[in-house]
């Protein structure tokens, strides 16, 4: 027997993290039990309304991330339960992996790559990065983040968001239709959910346009993947970065297969000095609970 409150494991950790946790909790992966308190889960992980009541003793969620769509807070609120995330320490790490992709799919890094190891040299121009209208849908910490390192490579940078920014100096557009048909490169750094879903279809692609460039390192639900799929098919736009997808892992294999399309398995906050401040900030966030102090940076 144990007294270490029983805890539920629900996303991938690193092997530290998880001897961390051992040394404050019963940990269980693969399933909670009835008597779980603590969760901790992922930016992506889904913890509806009758997985809540399902687990009458959970005290706190702690989300290793910053995405929240996938928890009912409102369930969580109806009974107490705190939700935390780790916002800040992963906002520069994503907002650099937006870059690297805009770069990559105009410079075709990924593509010219895999030409020269196959022995090949001979390959097409990229395009310019430099001088492009740059569009950013979002304007959050991470928004602003892109948008301070996009400014450099933009004739004009443009962005938007719930409200105009009076504060900043970038052209705020209403809707993300006029932001594509204003931009060349269309970035997309907005929380996932019911308001965000597919946000990104056939109608913006086009507003795009065949020189356009989408990037995505916000959540795969933003994008119809199949209006995508058809519109860089047809050359309705001239290529795409993506870190995350629809149904991760499960990217389809018409974007596997396209040259003009750079791909990264949801790594937008994955270096070694980011994941460690994620963690640290799960488990200060957990140990706060405990120990009946304030949580560092609580959601609900």
Same mark, same amino acid.
């Given at each position: 027997?144990?007294?270490?409150?029983?805890? +539920?494991?629900?996303?991938?950790?690193?092997?530290?993290?998880?001897?961390?946790?051992?040394?404050?909790?019963? &940990?269980?992966?693969?399933?909670?039990?009835?008597?779980?308190?603590?969760?901790?889960?992922?930016?992506?992980?889904?913890?509806?309304?009758?997985?809540?009541?399902?687990?009458?003793?959970?005290?706190?969620?702690?989300?290793?991330?910053?995405?929240?769509?996938?928890?009912?807070?409102?369930?969580?609120? %109806?009974?107490?339960?705190?939700?935390?995330?780790?916002?800040?320490?992963?906002?520069?790490?994503?907002?650099?992996?937006?870059?690297?992709?805009?770069?990559?799919?105009?410079?075709?890094?990924?593509?010219?790559?895999?030409?020269?190891?196959?022995?090949?040299?001979?390959?097409? $121009?990229?395009?310019?990065?430099?001088?492009?209208?740059?569009?950013?849908?979002?304007?959050?910490?991470?928004?602003?983040?892109?948008?301070?390192?996009?400014?450099? +490579?933009?004739?004009?940078?443009?962005?938007? %968001?719930?409200?105009?920014?009076?504060?900043?100096?970038?052209? +705020?557009?209403?809707?993300?239709?006029?932001? /594509?048909?204003?931009?060349?490169?269309?970035?997309?750094?907005?929380?996932?959910?019911?308001?965000?879903?597919?946000?990104?279809?056939?109608? &913006?692609?086009?507003?795009?346009?065949? #020189?356009? &460039?989408?990037?995505?390192?916000?959540?795969?639900?933003?994008? #119809?993947?199949?209006?995508?799929?058809?519109?860089?098919?047809?050359?309705?736009?001239?290529?795409?970065?993506?870190?995350?997808?629809?149904?991760?892992?499960?990217?389809?294999?018409?974007?596997?297969?396209?040259?003009?399309?750079?791909?990264?398995?949801?790594?937008?906050?994955?270096?070694?000095?980011?994941?460690?401040?994620? %963690?640290?900030?799960?488990?200060?966030?957990?140990? /706060?609970? +405990?120990?009946?102090? $304030?949580?560092?940076? $609580?959601?609900?």
């Amino acid at each position: 027997m144990t007294d270490l409150p029983p805890l +539920f494991v629900m996303t991938p950790l690193a092997s530290e993290m998880i001897e961390q946790l051992e040394q404050r909790f019963t &940990v269980h992966r693969g399933g909670g039990p009835e008597d779980t308190r603590a969760i901790v889960a992922g930016g992506a992980s889904v913890i509806d309304a009758a997985m809540i009541e399902a687990l009458p003793r959970l005290e706190i969620i702690a989300i290793n991330g910053v995405g929240y769509d996938g928890i009912d807070l409102e369930a969580a609120r %109806a009974r107490s339960i705190r939700v935390t995330t780790t916002p800040d320490v992963l906002t520069e790490d994503v907002a650099d992996q937006a870059i690297a992709l805009m770069l990559a799919v105009q410079r075709r890094i990924a593509v010219n790559d895999r030409m020269v190891r196959d022995g090949g040299w001979m390959v097409p $121009p990229g395009r310019q990065a430099s001088g492009r209208r740059i569009g950013i849908f979002g304007l959050g910490r991470i928004g602003r983040a892109i948008a301070r390192r996009a400014e450099p +490579f933009a004739a004009e940078l443009l962005y938007t %968001a719930r409200h105009a920014k009076p504060d900043l100096p970038w052209r +705020f557009l209403p809707d993300i239709r006029a932001l /594509a048909a204003a931009s060349d490169v269309l970035i997309l750094s907005a929380p996932g959910g019911e308001e965000t879903q597919h946000i990104v279809g056939a109608e &913006v692609l086009a507003e795009l346009g065949p #020189d356009g &460039v989408l990037v995505n390192v916000a959540r795969g639900s933003l994008v #119809d993947e199949a209006a995508l799929i058809a519109a860089l098919a047809e050359g309705q736009i001239a290529g795409a970065g993506l870190d995350v997808f629809e149904n991760e892992p499960d990217v389809p294999r018409a974007l596997r297969h396209m040259d003009h399309v750079v791909l990264a398995p949801h790594q937008g906050s994955a270096t070694v000095a980011g994941r460690a401040a994620m %963690a640290a900030l799960v488990l200060a966030n957990l140990d /706060a609970y +405990f120990a009946g102090k $304030p949580l560092p940076t $609580p959601l609900v």
